[in-house]
């Protein structure tokens, strides 16, 4: 009577792990449809030591790595301090012309890009540390956030950002560390099918035992 409670016990959980890796499944899914990646991942910029009349170029790729065309919008957030990230400048470029060119702070977004399936695109920007900033600015710093906001036709969202650190000389700002973030779910799902798995191994052990002892 036992070992049936058990086995039923067995099936329930089983059951139980194949519906949430099925709704797992359906979700990543659903997040192909619409995948927009940039590369560099984590940061674009971690730069501790600018200095008035530096400049620091950084290319960053966009790319649609899902099934479904998107239009896409760049944006920023101010992460940190606002006295140096009111002062620095920026500059954005595509392949063809100048998309935005004034101050960090007073960007507000890219008019909405096409990009399809499979495509991506380059786009170069540049932050400026203007010439005429004086000594206050000296161990200061600016962090901010570069977001990329991508739409399909149905008005699915995607979402992903990169990071920006600029220092100035003698600023305490630490580097960024790099994202390692593991999937929780995928280790809990893991987990469980080694606890199913060792439980019916000790069951089926417990039956050989008793089918040994009754004959």
């Known amino acids: 009577m036992i070992f049936k409670k058990l086995v039923v016990i067995l099936f329930c959980i089983l059951a139980l792990v194949i519906v949430m890796g099925s709704n797992s499944v359906t979700a990543e899914e659903e997040e192909k449809e619409l995948a927009i990646d940039v590369l560099p991942g984590d940061v674009l ?37 606002e006295k140096l990230f009111n002062e620095l ?20 977004k890219l008019p909405a890009r096409d990009l399809s399936t499979s495509k991506q695109e380059e786009l170069e920007v540049t932050v400026i540390f203007p010439e005429y900033l004086g000594n206050e600015f000296q161990g200061l710093d600016a962090e901010f956030s570069i977001l990329f906001t991508a739409e399909g036709k149905t008005s699915q969202l995607a979402e992903v950002s990169v990071d920006g650190m600029i220092g100035s000389g003698n600023s305490q700002t630490q580097a960024f560390l790099p994202n390692t973030a593991t999937g929780i779910f995928n280790l809990f799902l893991f987990g469980a099918v080694l606890l199913i798995s060792g439980v019916f191994i000790l069951l089926y052990k417990k039956w050989r035992k008793i089918i040994s002892n009754q004959s």
């Open 89 to 108: 400048l920026l500059e954005i470029n595509d392949s063809k012309s100048v998309l935005y060119e004034g101050k960090l702070a007073d960007f507000t």
């Open 45 to 81: 910029f971690n730069v501790n030591n600018m200095k008035p009349g530096d400049w620091a170029p950084r290319t960053i790729t966009v790319q649609n790595n899902g099934i479904k065309d998107f239009t896409y919008q760049m944006s920023l957030r101010n992460d940190g301090e």
